[in-house]
T-cell receptor, first 111, second 108 residues
């Protein structure tokens, strides 16, 4: 089954404790992206990647890191999480930037 | 980035009704997608439609890129159409900008 998976689905953590949210797709897509969703703001792009070893900033990259060492994986790293990073996070993939497929989302709470 | 305005912000429909959702954007685009987020939070791509008209069952979409707007039509609405509809235009920078969404509630 073609899908984008994210782990964990739910995470409660404390300020400053490094965390990684994994994202994996099995569709051989080149393009992958991370978004955060906050009430009333829609989705905002954090980082995206056009292919392996190629990443670029979206609209809200501060406080986040990504890597793309393999085509299928695109982890999101929060080196020192803060409460304003409490949000719902989505990973997405597509062949180029056409029909985006989204993962199920990760709900992160930073205390 | 591209500024996106979706209207109306909220829409309540009786089952079987038709409706039109609008998306205005501030810049020229080479990409536009419509998504549906169901009440459980899942995001589904409805259309990739940088220009022209497409239809998929009871849903159709039209983008007039030269006039910077897109429309999503829902015909014969069903309760399963409830959720939030997002418009996401994109330019040549390989980014998508999302609107705040239109929340649709379909009542039986």
């Amino acid at each position: 089954e073609a899908q984008v998976t994210q782990n964990p689905r739910y995470l409660i953590t404390v300020t400053g404790k490094k965390l990684t949210v994994t994202c994996s797709q099995n569709m051989n897509h080149e393009y992958m992206s991370w978004y955060r969703q906050d009430p009333g703001l829609g989705l905002r792009q954090i980082y995206y990647s056009m292919n392996v070893e190629v990443t670029d900033k979206g609209d809200v990259p501060e406080g986040y890191k990504v890597s793309r060492k393999e085509k299928r994986n695109f982890p999101l790293i929060l080196e020192s999480p803060s409460p304003n990073q409490t949000s719902l996070y989505f990973c997405a993939s597509s062949i180029t930037l056409n029909e985006q497929f989204f993962g199920p989302g990760t709900r992160l709470t930073v205390l | 980035g591209i500024q996106v305005e979706q209207s109306p912000p909220d829409l309540i429909l009786q089952e079987g009704a038709n409706s039109t959702l609008r998306c205005n954007f501030s810049d020229s685009v080479n990409n536009l997608q419509w998504f549906h987020q169901n009440p459980w939070g899942q995001l589904i791509n409805l259309f990739y439609i940088p220009s022209g008209t497409k239809q998929n069952g009871r849903l159709s979409a039209t983008t007039v890129a030269t006039e910077r707007y897109s429309l999503l039509y829902i015909s014969s609405s069903q309760t399963t159409d409830s959720g939030v509809y997002f418009c996401a235009p994109g330019g040549w920078d390989y980014k998508l900008s999302f609107g705040a969404g239109t929340t649709v509630t379909v009542r039986a």
